[in-house]
């Protein structure tokens, strides 16, 4: 009996200590629990290791981004630098290439105007005047041909003769003339009664025949001498006169392009001018030459002497 009560007093002393433990190590689980899980405090007095850690290494990482944007800053001055002395060093080198150049040029010339014979010079400028000279003359002669040329042409195109050359005149009664040009008289001689004048539309006397032909066409002498007078007036327009000899001279109307003056000598054929446009006392004959042949003073019938 005395046993069963020792035991069950044992039992429960053991209860009431393993309880008692139990409640210790709740409550200092508690404590730490709440140690660990309480903010900060705000004095600064407390530090987290992790944040530590962390703002440790952004800060050496920001540090070494900073010392390779400067050490790239400093590689690229750097590399200014000897580009520039580069090229500095290149146009030095081109200076002094030149001046070498040029000093070498100069003990060139030196040394072949010590090299030159004397009298040399004088010798080159004489042939240099020759040359001058030669191309003067060249020049000269040049002109001279063109004028010559031109004076050429000039008796060629209006067949001049001098007197002392044969050109008398020597026309008289029974001589015949050339034809001016070669067309139809459209207007004939009439001296000893009027004839119809178709664009004035009235009749009077015609000392001369009017021969068609066409504009620009060449008109020629009919015979050889001297021109007395090139005039113009609103009948006739621009005319020549010329005296054949023997008191018998010819006129040649309704010209342009007259290249003769008074007193020279005209040979037969030579041209005298171009048919112009007809003045508006013949607008209805149309173009044509007025070919009037007179004996002093008076007008004569030209298809008398006419080939």
Known sequence: MRRRQTFNFNNGKWFYVILGLCFISALTLAGVNMYYSSPAPSDGSYVDLSQLDTKEKESTETEKKETEKKETAAEQV???????????????NVMDATDEVSDDIMVQRRAEADAKEPGEDKVQEEEEKKEGTEVSKQEEDAANKDQSQEEKEQEERDKVATMAAGG??????????KWPIAGNVVLRY?????????????YKYNPGILISGEIDMPVVASHRGEVIGVSHNEELGNYIQIDVGNGFTTVYGQLKDIPWEEG???????????????TKYYSSEGAHVFFEMRKGENPINPLDYLE
């Open 78 to 92: 750097k590399a200014n630098n000897y580009k520039e002395e580069d090229m500095m060093f290149g146009l030095d």
């Open 168 to 177: 008398q005149k020597d026309f008289a009664e029974g001589t015949t003339l």
């Open 190 to 202: 009439s001296m000893d009664q009027t004839i119809y004048f178709p664009t004035l539309k009235q």
């Open 264 to 278: 020279q000598i005209v040979d037969e054929g030579v041209v005298l001018g171009y048919i112009e446009q007809p």
